[in-house]
T-cell receptor
Framework: NAGVMQNPRHLVRRRGQEARLRCSPM?????VYWYRQLPEEGLKFMVY????????ESGMPKERFSAEFPKEGPSILRIQQVVRGDSAAYFC?????????????FGAGSRLTVL | EDKVVQSPLSLVVHEGDTVTLNCSYE??????LLWYKQEKKAPTFLFML????IEKKSGRLSSILDKKELFSILNITATQTGDSAVYLC?????????????FGQGTTLQVKP
């Protein structure tokens, strides 16, 4: 069981470029969560997706950020026209469902640096 | 607004010491409280607590929840350098269709030899 796989582990972008972060959930998990961790801060919820559906995007910035979880393939977090303030670690987590009994399993994170 | 606050924010101890990490919360529709350990990679799950007063234990780590006073503690006895990490507390709230977690800022623990 490979766990939650995220790639790339490190990504460097210049201001104005696009960043795409990928997340493959654990086998058997169909629920994906994206969290952002800014330096010296805790994890902040961004978005919760099931296959082909965005369930809760209350933590997503209104502009430049989007997420998808297609029927086939990994979940993608996309950041357009990146700015320095987007530099952070982006963690993906998955669960079997959203019930209270299910613990989120986290990936190792993708560290985005915007120059 | 739902809020989770951890204290202290950082802590330095020596091997063999016992530490207590605190987590308080103010949320609507509390469901459960979770502790994670984060080294330089994925946060790894430690405990999930749903009932007051029942201690969960795993080796030298233990945790308990007080739903009346709205807090939890994580104890680590006989600390080792391998315990050095950021310890994250998170609360799961009951919403109609989401199991998202609300995290505290984390407590950075450094255990010196």
């Amino acid at each position: 069981n490979a766990g939650v796989m995220q790639n790339p582990r490190h990504l460097v972008r210049r201001r104005g470029q696009e960043a795409r972060l990928r997340c493959s959930p654990m086998k058997g998990h169909s629920h994906v969560y994206w969290y952002r961790q800014l330096p010296e801060e805790g994890l902040k919820f961004m978005v919760y997706l099931q296959k082909e559906n965005i369930i809760d995007e209350s933590g997503m910035p209104k502009e430049r950020f989007s997420a998808e979880f297609p029927k086939e393939g990994p979940s993608i977090l996309r950041i357009q026209q990146v700015v320095r303030g987007d530099s952070a670690a982006y963690f993906c987590a998955s669960s079997r469902d959203y019930s209270g009994a299910n613990v989120l399993t986290f990936g190792a994170g993708s560290r985005l640096t915007v120059l | 607004e739902d809020k989770v606050v951890q204290s202290p924010l950082s802590l330095v101890v020596h091997e063999g010491d016992t530490v207590t990490l605190n987590c308080s919360y103010e949320v609507t529709n509390f469901r459960s409280l979770l502790w994670y350990k984060q080294e330089k990679k994925a946060p790894t799950f430690l405990f999930m607590l749903t009932s007051s007063g029942i201690e969960k234990k795993s080796g030298r780590l233990s945790s308990i929840l007080d739903k009346k006073e709205l807090f939890s503690i994580l104890n680590i006895t006989a600390t080792q350098t391998g315990d050095s990490a950021v310890y994250l507390c998170a609360v799961k709230v009951s919403s109609s269709n989401t199991g998202k977690l609300i995290f505290g800022q984390g407590t950075t623990l450094q255990v010196k030899p």
